[in-house]
DNA sequence: AAGTGGTCTAGACCACCGC
DNA sequence: CGGTGGTCTAGACCACTTG
């Protein structure tokens, strides 16, 4: 994945905007990329579209290439890219331990509401898993999923403490590779309080979403109740238009 | 826009899907695409990766493109409006009636920070508008926006107090068609609790963002605090892999 | 007119899948 | 092994912006 042209491309331009190297908030032009990098232009112009889907940069043509203010204000700690979630990677990037407790492990029959997420029957059952993560032994979310024990029939406490993902793509050998997630803002209740240090006037943010296998199948419904200040979502976003 | 090769190849495929002309759900290979509408490969596969982007098909490497058999149920499931947001839309499509009040129109000189979001210069001046929109007599968001004076020269309560976008498409013949969006929870402050009715232990949703022109001029910066309740951000996300 | 990003082509080689 | 998608190159021409 790294030796990729475009992904060295791509980590190293995003490695000098955040170091603040092109403090006129300006790229070079693609030519002189292609020239400096040594590879073709198509290959500079693939990891300026994933730094612009990212919403680190913009592209004005005729102009040039410019660096989206926004992207570096206010940084949390925690951030997702539209388009590309990356709960681990990104804390890992920065040198800090995420780690996970578990609160509870189950299982559960599936309700009407996960049946309908998950395309499941009356009568199958689910994982309940209920974690929370830390980083850097600050606790910043609360997550609970449920995953179908047909598709993944032999988790155990120890894999659920560490990447269900990493677990699924191993063993059964498919990978979770896109999902829906909807963002929204709500009151935090006394368990969040209690296990995220909020005040009772401080919020969570709330993502719920379902995770897809590569072929489709329905894998995992979860809801994640984050502390206010850990949840930041760029996204680059369409209007009307194409 | 519509003329483009890989627009074109887009489109038809994307039609084939919808009218199911492809019952094996299996796309034909690109090779063939590439023959078949007698364009090089490179543009068949830059209109794969848009439905690909789109959820609609999903690729296996070494296997063959397929239609993602959740995409026609999805609809009905979940609205995700992720790559394409309409405020205003969502409401009217609802039977409702949005209204604006305009709170404060001036023209002030931009800060350093308004400067660098709309890449201005030092005594450059903008608009700041601040709007409560209201959904049904019911407040459900307070936005300030700063729009730089000399893209738009004319601007007047009146327009402010409707769409400024429609505005700008009408008069400057320039559309807004892009923007960056961040997306986070906050605690309410005195001045959200006063107009939008909240409780202090209740939050909003903010969304801060860039709105560019379809030239990539960035046009607005604008901060929209959102009643808890009205925010939910539905979007489609591709995992680290591709 | 010069510079810059956008689109498109043609072809090469690699990596993975299934028979 | 053949078929498939993934990556990459080199170069052409177009469309828009800026001085």
């Known amino acids: 994945m790294a030796d990729l042209v475009y992904r060295k491309v791509f980590n190293d331009l995003k490695d000098k905007i955040v170091k603040n190297e092109f403090p006129n908030k300006r790229l070079p032009d693609e030519r ?91 009568g199958d059952f689910v994982y309940e898993i209920q974690r929370l993560r830390l980083f850097d032994d600050q606790p910043f979310m609360i997550e609970t999923g449920y995953i179908p024990i047909k598709i993944a029939p032999e988790l155990t406490r120890e894999i659920v403490e560490k990447s269900i993902f990493n677990y699924v793509e191993d063993t059964i050998n498919k990978s979770v590779t896109r999902s829906f997630l909807s963002i929204l803002a709500s009151p935090s209740n006394e368990q969040d309080q209690e296990l995220l240090n909020l005040k009772p006037t401080e919020p969570v943010g709330v993502m719920e979403g379902i995770f897809f296998l590569d072929d489709g199948t329905p894998f995992e419904v979860s809801n994640m109740r984050l502390h206010y200040r850990y949840l930041r979502y760029n996204t680059f976003v369409m209007l009307n238009d194409h």
Request: glycine share 6%; no cysteine.
């Open 32 to 122: 002189s990329l292609s020239e400096e990098y040594q590879v073709s232009r198509s290959s500079v112009k693939r990891a300026l579209k994933v730094l612009a889907d990212e919403g680190i940069i913009f592209k004005k043509r005729g102009s040039g290439t410019f660096i989206n203010p926004l992207y570096m204000k206010n940084k949390t700690i925690f951030h997702y890219e539209g388009s590309n979630l990356g709960i681990t990677d990104s804390l890992k990037s920065q040198g800090k331990t995420p780690k996970i407790k578990l609160l509870s492990f189950k299982v559960v029959p599936a309700n009407k509401e996960i049946q309908q997420d998950l395309f499941l029957s009356e």
